[in-house]
């Protein structure tokens, strides 16, 4: 009698879509690591948001950290219609550069 090894046997294998053990432990691990160092993080972003000497940039992109996480990134929203609501997409523009200085190669072109 042949045992019956090999090919394709319903409900073998990893189901589909599911990530390997390797791959979950890993992520779990590196998700740990970053989450031992989250105070400190926080505090530091406060650090920064506070401190009057920082560069205002630093200071700003502190407080959106910190908002982001306390509260959820904001909400976009998105006008999807056309400007006379007909949802139709716009065809036929031209770009047009006013006021540019010549370039060497429109020069050279005449």
Known sequence: MTAKHGGK???AGRP???RNKATRERRATITD????YGE???ATLAEVMRD???PHSARVAASN???DRGYGKPRQEVDHSSSDGSMTPVTGFDIR???APASDADE???
Do not use: E, H, K, Y
Request: without cysteine; negative net charge; proline residues 4%.
């Open 33 to 36: 690591l970053a989450q031992d």
């Open 65 to 67: 950290a910190l908002l």
């Open 40 to 42: 400190a993080a926080l």
């Open 9 to 11: 046997r319903p409900g």
């Open 16 to 18: 589909a879509g599911a």
């Open 108 to 110: 050279a072109a005449g």
């Open 97 to 99: 550069i006013a006021n």
């Open 52 to 54: 009057s000497d920082a």
